[in-house]
């Protein structure tokens, strides 16, 4: 009963671990009654299942993300260990055995899911680095010159796009990012008011060169061409201002870029919290108070890029369910609307267990001092 009362604490009598768990209190008397060792051996049969239906209703069955079916097939391996139970500890291990089953096929659901999601946010991290090189590359090229207004912007866009794309595929110390940052150069060489014409077969293949380019990170064809021609050959007075309105493309790897945004202004506190953040082992957990919810929600740390200065949050079963500026969660925390949960390994039973022996050591201790007296 002391086991019993104090494991439950500050459970909800209404949520599915107190369900769960009361449908397991007859057996467990039986059990304690028949078999002493429950309370000494940690992996005792009886102490296994209680453990085990304590973790799927803390993990997997948060009342904030119901998931029926697992309910119901859980409640259904309890309820048939119970009806079934005769004193034979075997049949709890049998129920302690399919829900571990049960519960380890989700857990290596959940992290497959996870890796794909801590790989997209390197993915995200590795575009973002490789198009910050490349808008800085081409900015420097263009820094002393005087370029027309859509030349500049087809470089900006486009070829920063081809010179990320090349890091990405290749490296940016690889021969083929050279020769597009040599291609790069050449196009503003021509395009600069001072430029020199080239002859017919350097043309030439300099506009080979940008339009296989330019088909790389989606423009068609036609359009490829129409900018290679006027990018090339300036001084053939091709419509340049046409040649460059095509349709805007969508920027490689789409909008991937966190939001621009002023930067963050931080108490003191915020500042402190950001950095603990920012040393925080990957697996931490965290509760977020959700509107609407009367309890919290767990949310795991999958991911902190250094680099993006951002966290990627999972849920149990390893489904995104935010990503967000460090900044935003140390404000976050510091409101109250989050917290880091505290690193704590053992389960309620364990804590239970511990918290019971010692109320009865102080029992124990209190009956032999009035003895004394």
Same mark, same amino acid.
Request: no cysteine.
């Given at each position: 009963?002391?086991?019993?009362?104090?494991?439950?604490?500050?459970?909800?009598?209404?949520?599915?671990?107190?369900?769960?768990?009361?449908?397991?209190?007859?057996?467990?008397?039986?059990?304690?009654?028949?078999?002493?060792?429950?309370?000494?051996?940690?992996?005792?049969?009886?102490?296994?299942?209680?453990?085990?239906?304590?973790?799927?209703?803390?993990?997997?069955?948060?009342?904030?993300?119901?998931?029926?079916?697992?309910?119901?097939?859980?409640?259904?391996?309890?309820?048939?260990?119970?009806?079934?139970?005769?004193?034979?500890?075997?049949?709890?291990?049998?129920?302690?055995?399919?829900?571990?089953?049960?519960?380890?096929?989700?857990?290596?659901?959940?992290?497959?899911?996870?890796?794909?999601?801590?790989?997209?946010?390197?993915?995200?991290?590795?575009?973002?680095?490789?198009?910050?090189?490349?808008?800085?590359?081409?900015?420097?090229?263009?820094?002393?010159?005087?370029?027309?207004?859509?030349?500049?912007?087809?470089?900006?866009?486009?070829?920063?796009?081809?010179?990320?794309?090349?890091?990405?595929?290749?490296?940016?110390?690889?021969?083929?990012?050279?020769?597009?940052?040599?291609?790069?150069?050449?196009?503003?060489?021509?395009?600069?008011?001072?430029?020199?014409?080239?002859?017919?077969?350097?043309?030439?293949?300099?506009?080979?060169?940008?339009?296989?380019?330019?088909?790389?990170? #989606?423009?068609?064809?036609? *359009?490829?061409?129409?900018?290679?021609? !006027?990018?090339?050959?300036? +001084?053939?007075? %091709?419509? =340049?201002?046409?040649?460059?309105?095509?349709?805007?493309?969508?920027?490689?790897?789409?909008?991937?870029?966190?939001?621009?945004?002023?930067?963050?202004?931080?108490?003191?506190?915020?500042?402190?919290?950001?950095?603990?953040?920012?040393?925080?082992?990957?697996?931490?957990?965290?509760?977020?108070?959700?509107?609407?919810?009367?309890?919290?929600?767990?949310?795991?740390?999958?991911?902190?890029?250094?680099?993006?200065?951002?966290?990627?949050?999972?849920?149990?079963? #390893?489904?995104?369910?935010? *990503?967000?500026?460090?900044?935003?969660? !140390?404000?976050?925390?510091? +409101?109250?609307? %989050?917290? =880091?949960?505290?690193?704590?390994?053992?389960?309620?039973?364990?804590?239970?267990?511990?918290?019971?022996?010692?109320?009865?050591?102080?029992?124990?201790?209190?009956?032999?001092?009035?003895?004394?007296?």
């Amino acid at each position: 009963g002391l086991l019993m009362d104090e494991a439950m604490q500050g459970v909800n009598p209404q949520s599915s671990i107190s369900q769960l768990i009361g449908l397991m209190q007859t057996p467990i008397v039986q059990v304690v009654l028949q078999d002493k060792t429950f309370f000494s051996n940690r992996v005792h049969p009886a102490r296994q299942m209680l453990s085990t239906l304590a973790d799927a209703g803390f993990h997997w069955l948060n009342d904030n993300e119901p998931d029926e079916a697992l309910h119901t097939r859980i409640t259904d391996i309890v309820s048939n260990a119970v009806q079934s139970f005769d004193g034979n500890i075997n049949r709890l291990n049998d129920a302690y055995q399919e829900t571990d089953r049960l519960l380890q096929s989700l857990i290596r659901k959940a992290e497959a899911a996870e890796r794909r999601q801590i790989e997209a946010a390197k993915g995200k991290e590795r575009l973002n680095l490789a198009r910050s090189r490349a808008e800085a590359t081409i900015n420097e090229l263009m820094a002393a010159r005087e370029l027309p207004v859509h030349t500049k912007a087809m470089l900006n866009r486009a070829w920063a796009d081809v010179l990320a794309l090349t890091e990405l595929r290749e490296g940016a110390d690889s021969s083929s990012w050279k020769v597009q940052k040599a291609v790069a150069e050449r196009l503003v060489a021509a395009n600069s008011p001072t430029a020199v014409a080239m002859d017919a077969d350097t043309a030439n293949s300099l506009k080979v060169a940008v339009q296989q380019s330019l088909s790389l990170v #989606g423009y068609h064809e036609q *359009e490829a061409k129409s900018i290679a021609d !006027a990018l090339v050959a300036p +001084e053939s007075q %091709a419509p =340049i201002a046409a040649a460059m309105a095509v349709p805007e493309k969508t920027r490689l790897g789409g909008n991937t870029r966190i939001e621009s945004r002023a930067e963050i202004e931080l108490d003191d506190n915020q500042m402190r919290i950001a950095e603990q953040i920012k040393e925080l082992p990957i697996g931490s957990w965290f509760e977020f108070n959700i509107d609407g919810s009367s309890t919290p929600s767990r949310r795991k740390l999958a991911w902190l890029s250094k680099v993006n200065h951002t966290v990627l949050f999972v849920n149990q079963r #390893g489904q995104k369910t935010a *990503e967000l500026l460090i900044e935003d969660l !140390a404000i976050e925390v510091s +409101e109250g609307r %989050a917290r =880091i949960e505290p690193l704590n390994r053992r389960n309620i039973f364990e804590r239970a267990f511990e918290s019971v022996i010692k109320s009865l050591r102080g029992i124990m201790s209190a009956t032999g001092e009035k003895s004394d007296d």
